[in-house]
């Protein structure tokens, strides 16, 4: 089955505590990117990748880190959560151009750093 | 940059009404749109896109939009909502993806 996976589905954790949230896809897609959304503000792109060791900035990028060593995956990497970083993640992938094909998405990283 | 708006954050309608749902955009070039869906706890998935070509885009559960240059708008209809229809959805431009902030469709039996 076609998928983007992301492990943790759920996640707590204390302020300062490095984790990294995983994204796998096995659609063979060149361009991946990560989302948080929170409530009134919709998503938020934090990181974008067009292919492999090619990443960017999104909207949001303080205080996390991406890379992209594999096509298939795309990790997310807080290295001293804080409290607002507490949300709902989402891990998207698609063919290029994204624009034609939109995006599939995995089902959600829920994190709350205390 | 793009930006997209959708118009009421909640919308509430009775089981068989019609679904309209807002969504504009702001761009002198008429970009790609879509709208998702996101049932709870789940991700957001697919339900239509418009990228060249005829205006009146079908997708998947009934739904349709209607791109609207004269209007910067992609309007998310259904002419009868069912309770399965009950989600959040979700408008977006672009091949960067801007979402709008979300409009949580609710269905009244």
């Known amino acids: 089955e076609a998928q983007v996976t992301q492990n943790p589905r759920y996640l707590i954790t204390v302020t300062g505590k490095k984790l990294t949230v995983t994204c796998s896809q096995n659609?063979?897609?060149?361009?991946m990117s990560w989302y948080r959304q929170d409530p009134g503000l919709g998503l938020r792109q934090i990181y974008y990748s067009m292919n492999v060791e090619v990443t960017d900035k999104g909207d949001v990028p303080e205080g996390y880190k991406v890379s992209r060593k594999e096509k298939r995956n795309f990790p997310l990497i807080l290295e001293s959560p804080s409290p607002n970083q507490t949300s709902l993640y989402f891990c998207?992938?698609?063919?290029?151009?994204?624009?034609?094909?939109?995006?599939?998405f995995g089902s959600g990283t829920r994190l709350t750093v205390v | 940059a793009q930006s997209v708006t959708q118009l009421g954050s909640h919308v509430s309608v009775s089981e068989g009404a019609l679904v309209l749902l807002r969504c504009n955009y702001s761009s002198s070039v008429p970009p790609y749109l879509f709208w998702y869906v996101q049932y709870p706890n789940q991700g957001l998935q697919l339900l239509l896109k418009y990228t060249t070509g005829a205006t009146l885009v079908k997708g998947i559960n009934g739904f349709e939009a209607e791109f609207k240059k004269s209007e910067t708008s992609f309007h998310l209809t259904k002419p009868s909502a069912h309770m399965s229809d009950a989600a959040e959805y979700f408008c977006?431009?672009?091949?960067?993806?801007?979402f709008g902030a979300g409009t949580r469709l609710t269905v009244k039996p």
């Open positions: 659609m063979n897609h060149e361009y």
């Open positions: 998207a992938s698609s063919s290029r151009p994204a624009e034609v094909y939109g995006y599939t």
């Open positions: 977006a431009a672009n091949n960067d993806m801007r």
